[in-house]
């Protein structure tokens, strides 16, 4: 089995990294500055057992990795590059090949299937940061992440399997579960608070904020018929499996959108999390104010090369 990281940053370059490492057979598919690091230098992979440099094959488009069929692709760019990167995909690979979604949202499987068949969800679990060129922290002990995954739109087969059996081999927990995206909306209310994060900086993880864009996802969700796993079932999946330890010389200050906003990307996945609620919430009709703000706020910070924490909490409250 081989292993098409397609996406090599926080959570595709830890993967990635961590596969290779067990002794699998992988390439990185990567772009920019960050390619050429992995190119010239290999992946840096840091946790708080120590650094390590693996010489992982990377290129820059999927094509050069020439995709067979049999090959798992493992798709883990934001969301909002999803489209472009799998129609990409689709040009240079096979129908044969497997992709895996392992990203925010829960948009991604569905833009997927329009061109393979045999598409899966990953649910992640992952303390992971990509700042700088060439190198991934992950902050988790023991276990790098959770990646739980399953065929999408449900089931379980033989590849699903035989991809958790290789990740928990490789320093993840992962169990193969055919309702997958249950777990993926539960992980999609936990991501509204990232918007809060990008906007707000860390001071907005404990604010009034993180309770109202929950309300109104959960309130989006039942109106639209669409059970999540509850708060519970999910803690009891995590319990001490991730571990989280400071990184020598390196703060971990935030998560994925607020990682958008400092590395100046110019994109933010926000459209794919508060605007998943956002659209329900107008499909379902129920008013979704606090997440379609945040969505604004979020996007026009990234269009205006904004860092994060530009508006403390107080003043999105009083925006809303």
């Not at 946790?47 to 020439?66: C, F, I, N, R």
């Amino acid at each position: 089995m081989r292993f098409l990281i397609y996406g090599a940053g926080a959570i595709g370059g830890g993967i990635g990294g961590r596969l290779f490492e067990a002794g699998h057979d992988v390439t990185l598919i990567a772009r920019g500055d960050h390619l050429a690091a992995l190119q010239r230098d290999g992946l840096t992979l840091i946790s708080p057992a120590g650094s390590e440099t693996l010489k992982v094959p990377a290129v820059g488009h999927p094509g050069e990795a020439e995709p067979a069929p049999g090959d798992v692709v493992v798709l883990a760019m934001k969301s909002q590059h999803t489209e472009g990167a799998v129609a990409e995909l689709a040009a240079a690979a096979p129908e044969g090949v497997a992709v895996f979604c392992a990203q925010n949202g829960v948009d991604n499987e569905r833009m997927a299937l329009r061109l393979f068949p045999d598409v899966y969800g990953v649910s992640v679990m992952m303390p992971a940061t990509h700042l700088e060129p060439g190198v991934v922290i992950t902050n988790s002990v023991g276990r790098t992440g959770l990646l739980d995954l399953g065929r999408y739109p449900h089931g379980v087969d033989t590849t699903a399997s035989a991809v958790a059996e290789a990740l928990t081999g490789a320093t993840f927990a992962s169990e193969a579960r055919a309702d997958i995206m249950r777990w993926k909306y539960r992980k999609l209310l936990m991501n509204l608070g990232n918007a809060i994060e990008a906007v707000c900086g860390p001071v907005g993880r404990a604010s009034e904020l993180v309770t109202l864009v929950r309300d109104e996802g959960v309130a989006a969700l039942a109106a639209a018929g669409i059970v999540a796993v509850s708060s519970e079932e999910d803690q009891a999946r995590r319990g001490d499996l991730l571990r989280m330890r400071p990184v020598e010389g390196r703060r971990r200050e935030g998560g994925s959108s607020w990682q958008s906003l400092t590395r100046g990307t110019g994109s933010i996945e926000a459209d794919f999390l508060n605007g998943e609620i956002v659209l329900l919430g107008r499909l379902h009709g129920v008013p979704t104010p606090a997440n379609a703000l945040l969505q604004r706020l979020a996007n026009q910070a990234a269009a205006e090369g904004r860092a994060p924490g530009f508006l403390s909490p107080e003043e999105v409250l009083a925006r809303l």
